[in-house]
């Protein structure tokens, strides 16, 4: 049962430069929070976090990653370095020198990204269902294929929209309510066709394994019980790669946790900001 949090105004803006970034601002706290969602979503995946945490003293801001929302589209490949250089323009211009960090999935990854190119700007670091590397787990032919099942259907003339209750049921968990599988089939709808193909051949080649044994920031690394994605199992290896950081395991959900237990993600991601950070 999702927890009834106080409304806050909730601001739209878009960053200057190209790409303009579009994101929602909510709340004017002097620490500041940034949401990433995953290559399914966009910034109102995240809501309640943005209610939640704004109610908690803090500005809150999720953000429409380029190509995907109401930011704009791109020319040429998704690269992960220039998705972490729109989110320093964005923290930029948000006069946010540093920032507390939430990715989900391709979120988390872009943030293993940024905080190894930009770790002086990171103030805490939640990973949810994110890892660095398919690694071994998918050979150079089991990649194409992966990605060749994922084109087809597009490109043989199926919409997002036909293919979203596919997708919902790849990613959910058995307890998914009809309000949270409405707001999916609403994301999933959403996508650009050709920006979000980019984003999934540049997660299926994506690797920074070793470059997430330099970050140093405090991070907690969030998995869910019944993400068939990223398993749990798949956190312990994350983590031993990161023995600083700490690993939860959310009960009763799926891969895309903020939406289907967002109450116990709001209260699990600022416990971690309040008792980990400030402690430091």
Not at 268 to 274: E, K, N, P, S
């Amino acid at each position: 049962m999702k927890a009834q949090v106080m409304r806050h105004e909730m601001a739209c803006s878009r960053t200057s430069g190209h790409p303009q970034i579009a994101y929602t601002q909510c709340g004017a706290g002097d620490e500041t929070v940034i949401f990433l969602h995953g290559i399914g979503g966009n910034k109102d995946n995240w809501s309640e976090q943005l209610s939640y945490f704004a109610g908690e003293g803090y500005r809150a801001v999720a953000w429409d990653v380029r190509g995907y929302g109401d930011s704009d589209d791109y020319e040429g490949d998704f690269l992960f370095d220039e998705v972490s250089a729109d989110l320093l323009r964005l923290m930029d211009e948000l006069g946010a020198e540093r920032a507390h960090l939430v990715g989900l999935s391709m979120g988390g990854r872009i943030l293993m990204d940024f905080a190894w190119r930009y770790g002086a700007r990171v103030q805490s670091l939640t990973m949810c269902g994110s890892f660095p590397s398919f690694g071994k787990a998918l050979s150079q032919a089991q990649r194409e294929d992966y990605l060749r099942l994922r084109r087809e259907p597009l490109l043989a003339g199926r919409s997002l929209q036909q293919l979203a209750p596919e997708l919902i049921a790849s990613l959910a968990g058995p307890d998914v309510q009809a309000d949270v599988y409405d707001a999916l089939h609403a994301s999933i709808c959403r996508l650009r066709p050709q920006s979000y193909l980019k984003a999934l051949e540049a997660a299926v080649y994506f690797d920074r394994t070793e470059e997430i044994r330099l970050i140093s920031r405090p991070t907690l690394l969030l998995y869910a019980e019944n993400d068939r994605l990223t398993p749990p199992q798949m956190g312990q290896e994350v983590q031993a790669m990161m023995p600083k950081a700490r690993l939860q395991v959310l009960p009763r959900c799926g891969h895309l946790m903020n939406l289907e237990v967002s109450a116990l993600f709001n209260e699990v991601v600022h416990a971690f900001i309040c008792n980990e950070v400030k402690s430091e």
